[in-house]
């Protein structure tokens, strides 16, 4: 594995997962835990964090916390500005963790003042393994930047959706081309009649060939029906 594998997967961020705040680029948090979670698995088994001290200095809510994560292949490792950090291994997999510290000011915030600096130190650990790196590292202050990532989005959306679509037709044209009873034509249409406008939408070679391949099942079938009767 390469060193940058994790960094290159989390480093690019949907700009629908962000908001301006000021002149900075808030990252939506619950959609970087959900990264994570897609990369580690759930809080608590695959990482997370443990709130080592709170404190008030100068008008800020302080909070540091233990940030740790797991991996079965041993490597992820990230140690910021000297902060003490260390591996070990827990049931065959590598544990990494070090410390990070989140703020936030306390008249802006009022009661929300310490769980805005949880996030903030939660935000800022995960950074350090690379996710939405290109908000830290200022790229959200190009609209040029921006506006690629969207055309990048949109475009793995359309990919991907696609690749479902796909995964569908070879599913069940096979099953259409073998069909030869009225009822099994019926019961094959009503299994996938609500996937087929979407289809049309976002795949539609695949649903035209869905469509023939339909029309000639039910050719089939009618000429079957009438030799039958004869």
Same mark, same amino acid.
């Given at each position: 594995?390469?060193?940058?594998?994790?960094?290159?997967?989390?480093?690019?961020?949907?700009?629908?997962?962000?908001?301006?705040?000021?002149?900075?680029?808030?990252?939506?948090?619950?959609?970087?835990?959900?990264?994570?979670?897609?990369?580690?698995?759930?809080?608590?088994?695959?990482?997370?964090?443990?709130?080592?001290?709170?404190?008030?200095?100068?008008?800020?809510?302080?909070?540091?916390?233990?940030?740790?994560?797991?991996?079965?292949?041993?490597?992820?490792?990230?140690?910021?500005? %000297?902060?003490?950090?260390?591996?070990? !291994?827990?049931?065959?997999?590598?544990?990494? =963790?070090? $410390? +990070?510290?989140?703020?936030? *000011?306390?008249?802006?915030?009022?009661?929300?003042?310490?769980?805005?600096?949880?996030?903030?130190?939660?935000?800022?650990?995960?950074?350090?393994? %690379?996710?939405?790196?290109?908000?830290? !590292?200022?790229?959200?202050?190009?609209?040029? =930047?921006? $506006? +690629?990532?969207?055309?990048? *989005?949109?475009?793995?959306?359309?990919?991907?959706?696609?690749?479902?679509?796909?995964?569908?037709?070879?599913?069940?044209?096979?099953?259409?081309? %073998?069909?030869?009873?009225?009822?099994? !034509?019926?019961?094959?249409?009503?299994?996938?009649?609500?996937?087929?406008?979407?289809?049309?939408?976002?795949?539609?070679?695949?649903?035209?060939?869905?469509?023939?391949?339909?029309?000639?099942?039910?050719?089939?079938?009618?000429?079957?029906?009438?030799?039958?009767?004869?």
């Amino acid at each position: 594995m390469n060193n940058l594998d994790l960094w290159d997967r989390v480093s690019k961020t949907n700009p629908d997962h962000t908001k301006k705040a000021g002149r900075f680029t808030a990252i939506d948090a619950y959609q970087q835990i959900r990264t994570a979670t897609a990369e580690f698995g759930p809080v608590g088994e695959g990482w997370g964090w443990q709130v080592q001290s709170e404190q008030v200095i100068d008008g800020y809510a302080i909070v540091r916390i233990r940030f740790w994560w797991m991996q079965g292949d041993g490597d992820g490792h990230a140690g910021p500005y %000297g902060i003490r950090h260390v591996h070990h !291994l827990t049931h065959g997999r590598r544990v990494g =963790y070090y $410390e +990070e510290y989140g703020t936030a *000011i306390i008249s802006r915030m009022k009661d929300e003042a310490f769980k805005s600096a949880l996030t903030d130190a939660i935000t800022k650990a995960l950074s350090r393994l %690379g996710f939405n790196a290109d908000v830290f !590292l200022g790229k959200f202050d190009s609209n040029k =930047y921006v $506006e +690629e990532r969207k055309r990048e *989005i949109k475009k793995e959306e359309t990919v991907n959706a696609y690749e479902v679509h796909k995964t569908l037709f070879d599913q069940v044209m096979p099953t259409l081309r %073998g069909i030869s009873d009225p009822g099994d !034509l019926r019961a094959w249409h009503e299994d996938v009649k609500d996937a087929l406008p979407l289809m049309k939408e976002e795949a539609l070679g695949l649903y035209q060939d869905l469509v023939a391949a339909y029309g000639e099942a039910c050719q089939r079938v009618k000429t079957l029906t009438l030799a039958a009767a004869e």
